[in-house]
């Protein structure tokens, strides 16, 4: 889960809040492997929405449900895609694979979507964009 407001700093934060953070400050990045890992990033607006949706469910009681994008993508395309974000060209360095570190995640939003009629209203890129904008409005108010 990703989104405005994430400390970068906060050992809970993901690897978006560290890369935007590093790429504002004008830092280069450390990826671990080949980048072609691929996680399913959410932005929390969903999440949230999720959560409302939960309160309100009458068959939500007793599910466990995953909620995310439904849509993968790989550590390459998240530099890259924020390279462009932040108008920068961003300097990779990778370093080894993390051990323990899963190749692919994917959240499977299926029982999600029937059992809450959970939908993504924030895409990926809308939500990197948004996080994006704070970063840069935050770095420009506390330089």
């Known amino acids: 889960m990703f989104g405005p407001r ?6 809970y ?3 978006i809040a560290r890369f935007v953070r590093q790429l504002v400050r004008g830092e280069g990045l450390t990826v671990f492997g080949d980048g072609e890992q691929s996680r399913d990033f959410v932005a929390v607006q969903n ?7 939960a309160c309100r469910a009458a068959d939500a009681p007793g599910h466990t449900l ?24 961003p300097e990779v360095t990778h370093a080894s694979p993390r051990p323990g570190d899963i190749r692919h995640s994917l959240a499977d939003i299926t029982l999600a979507r029937r059992v809450l009629r959970y939908r993504v209203r924030v895409s990926t890129e809308e939500g990197l964009r948004r996080t994006v904008r704070w970063h840069l ?7």
């Open 13 to 15: 934060s993901g690897v």
């Open 137 to 143: 409005r935050s770095a420009s108010e506390h330089p």
């Open 47 to 53: 999440v949230v929405e999720a959560n409302l949706l």
């Open 6 to 11: 994430q400390d970068p700093n906060s050992p």
């Open 66 to 89: 995953n909620i995310g994008s439904g849509r993968a993508m790989t550590i390459n395309n998240l530099v890259r895609l924020l390279g462009e974000l932040t108008g920068t060209e």
